[in-house]
C-alpha cells in the first residue's frame, strides 16, 4: 500500500478526519439521547398506565382472590397484563413463560414495579411487573401476593428509532463533501505561505539573494517569513562582503604577478648570463649564481601561473580552437621539454585522432600531467591516447609511491602539494588546478586515481569544442 505523501494530502486527510469525526460523534451522540428519550417515554407511559389501572380495579380484590377475580380482574385492566396469584394466574394476557425468572423474583421481593426490555424473535418488548398492595394491620401498605405482568410492543418505538439512525449517519455522511471543502480552504490557507516560502529559498539557492516575502498578519507562518527574510538579508550582506573581499583578492594577485612579470624578465636575463659564466666564478660565488638562477625560474613559474590562474577567475580566458592531430600535438609537448621515449617515458599516440583543441592550452594540460608524474612520481611514466565514442582520453600513469587518500580528493585544488612535510618545492601547486581550468574550457575534464602502483590523471576532451572564454 502506497503511503500518502505531502503535506497537502496530509492536511486534506486531518481536516477530513477530524470533520467526519466530529460528525459521527455528533450524530451517534443525538441518536443515542432520543434512543433513550424514546424507550423512557414509552417506559413511563406504560408503568404509569398499568399503575393507575391497578390502583383503580385492584381494591375490590380479597386476598387470596378466586380464578373468577383474578380472570376479572385482568379484564378489567384493559391491558396486554397477566395476574398472577401463587399457582393461580388469570386465563387472559401473555403467557407467564414470557416474563423472566428475575423479573418475577424481583417483584416478589419489592412493592415497587419493576421492567425489564428483551428482544424476543428479534422483536423488543417491555415487560413490567407490579405487586397489588394492601393496607397492613399496622396501617402500612405491603404486598397482597397479586402480582400483575404487562407485556408492551416496542416494534414502532424501534422503527422510529432506526428512522432515527438511518436519517443520523446520512448527516454524517453528508458531511463529507464539506469536510472535504473546508479541508481543501484550510490547507490551501495554510499551504500558500509555505509554497510561497519553498518557492523563495528555491530562489535564494539559486543565488537570488535580493529575493524577499512579503509578511502578512502576525501567525506562527508569519513569523517565519519574517525570519526568512532576516536571514536573506543577512545573508546576501554577507556573501556581498565574501564577493568583495575575494575580488580584492584576486586583483591584488593579478595586479602583484603583472608587476612582478617585468623585474623578472630582467632577472631572468642575468641569471641566463651568471649560468654561463658559472664555470669562472669561485665556488661559493657558484654555488650561489645557480641557486639565485633555480629561484629565478622558480619565481617566474609561479608568476605565470598566477597570472593564469587570475585569468580563469577574471572569465578572460580565451579559447582560440583549431583541429589537430592530437598525436603531434601531444608529442611536440613532449620534445620541447625533452621527455623522449625510452625506459623513462613511454608512449602511445596513435596517429589520426583528430580534435578541435586550443594547442597553447593542451600544451600546458600535457606539460602540467607528465611534469606532475615525473616529479612526484617514478619511472616509467606512461602517457596513452585513445579516441572512442564522442571523446578521445589522455592517460597519463606513473610506477611512484601514488596519491596519498586524504589528498586525493583535494589534488586539483590550489597550493596542493603531494608532500604537504616539504614547505618549498620544485612546483607552485597551481599545476594541476590550471591544467583542470584548460580542460573544462574545452568542455572536457581530468579525473585522477590511485592505482596502488602509481597514480593515474586521465585527460578527456570532446572531439569537438566550442569556442568561447572563461
Not at 424507550?39 to 380484590?61: F, I, T, W
Not at 380482574?73 to 396486554?80: D, E, I, K, V, W
Not at 424476543?120 to 401476593?145: C, F, H, I
Not at 453528508?174 to 530562489?203: E, G
Request: aromatic content about 4%; cysteine-free.
Amino acid at each position: 500500500m502506497r503511503l500518502v505523501s505531502g503535506l497537502r494530502p496530509r492536511l486534506i486527510l486531518a481536516f477530513a478526519a477530524m470533520t467526519i469525526i466530529g460528525a459521527a460523534a455528533a450524530a451517534g451522540a443525538s441518536y443515542v439521547s432520543a434512543r433513550n428519550a424514546i424507550l423512557e417515554a414509552v417506559q413511563d407511559a406504560a408503568m404509569n398506565q398499568l399503575k393507575d389501572r391497578v390502583s383503580a380495579y385492584g381494591r375490590p380484590l380479597s386476598t387470596p382472590p378466586t380464578q373468577e377475580q383474578l380472570n376479572d380482574f385482568a379484564g378489567s385492566l384493559r391491558l396486554n397484563a397477566v395476574a398472577v396469584y401463587r399457582n393461580l394466574r388469570s386465563v387472559s394476557g401473555p403467557d407467564l413463560t414470557t416474563f423472566s425468572p428475575e423479573l418475577r423474583e424481583s417483584v416478589a421481593n419489592n412493592i415497587r414495579i419493576q421492567f425489564q426490555r428483551v428482544d424476543r424473535d428479534t422483536k423488543p418488548e417491555l415487560l413490567v411487573g407490579l405487586p397489588v398492595l394492601v393496607r397492613q394491620a399496622d396501617g402500612s401498605m405491603g404486598a397482597s401476593g397479586v402480582e400483575v405482568y404487562s407485556l408492551t410492543s416496542l416494534v414502532q418505538q424501534q422503527q422510529a428509532i432506526d428512522e432515527l439512525a438511518k436519517s443520523a449517519w446520512q448527516m454524517a455522511a453528508l458531511a463529507l463533501p464539506l469536510a472535504a471543502a473546508l479541508a481543501l480552504l484550510a490547507a490551501r490557507q495554510v499551504l500558500r505561505p509555505v509554497r510561497a516560502l519553498n518557492t523563495a529559498a528555491a530562489q535564494l539557492g539559486e543565488g537570488r539573494l535580493d529575493v524577499r516575502l512579503p509578511a502578512k498578519g502576525s501567525d506562527e507562518l508569519a513569523e517565519l517569513v519574517t525570519t526568512f527574510n532576516n536571514t536573506a538579508a543577512e545573508l546576501e550582506r554577507t556573501v556581498g562582503e565574501l564577493r568583495a573581499m575575494e575580488a580584492d583578492a584576486r586583483r591584488f594577485v593579478a595586479d602583484v604577478s603583472h608587476e612582478l612579470r617585468t623585474p623578472l624578465a630582467a632577472m631572468n636575463a642575468v641569471t641566463d648570463v651568471l649560468d654561463e659564466d658559472a664555470e669562472a666564478l669561485p665556488p661559493d660565488t657558484a654555488v650561489a649564481a645557480r641557486l639565485v638562477s633555480g629561484e629565478t625560474r622558480r619565481l617566474t613559474r609561479l608568476v605565470q601561473d598566477l597570472v593564469e590562474i587570475s585569468r580563469f577567475d577574471a572569465g578572460r580566458a580565451e579559447l582560440v580552437l583549431d583541429e589537430w592531430d592530437l598525436a603531434t600535438a601531444i608529442r611536440d609537448s613532449l620534445d620541447a621539454r625533452g621527455w623522449r621515449d625510452g625506459e623513462n617515458l613511454v608512449t602511445d599516440l596513435p596517429e589520426g585522432v583528430l580534435a578541435r583543441v586550443d594547442r597553447r592550452r593542451l600544451d600546458l594540460i600535457v606539460a602540467n600531467l607528465v611534469g606532475n608524474a615525473f616529479r612526484h612520481g617514478a619511472a616509467p611514466v606512461e602517457v596513452r591516447l585513445r579516441a572512442g565514442g564522442d571523446d578521445v582520453t589522455l592517460e597519463v600513469q606513473d610506477h611512484g609511491p601514488g596519491i596519498d587518500p586524504e589528498i586525493l580528493p583535494h589534488v586539483f585544488d590550489r597550493f596542493t602539494k603531494a608532500d604537504t612535510a616539504r614547505a618549498r618545492s620544485e612546483g607552485s601547486g597551481l599545476g594541476l588546478a590550471i591544467a583542470l581550468e584548460n580542460a573544462r574550457l574545452h568542455g572536457g575534464d581530468i579525473t585522477a586515481a590511485d592505482t596502488g602502483h602509481g597514480a593515474r590523471f586521465v585527460l578527456r576532451l570532446p572531439h569537438r569544442a566550442e569556442g568561447g572564454t572563461r
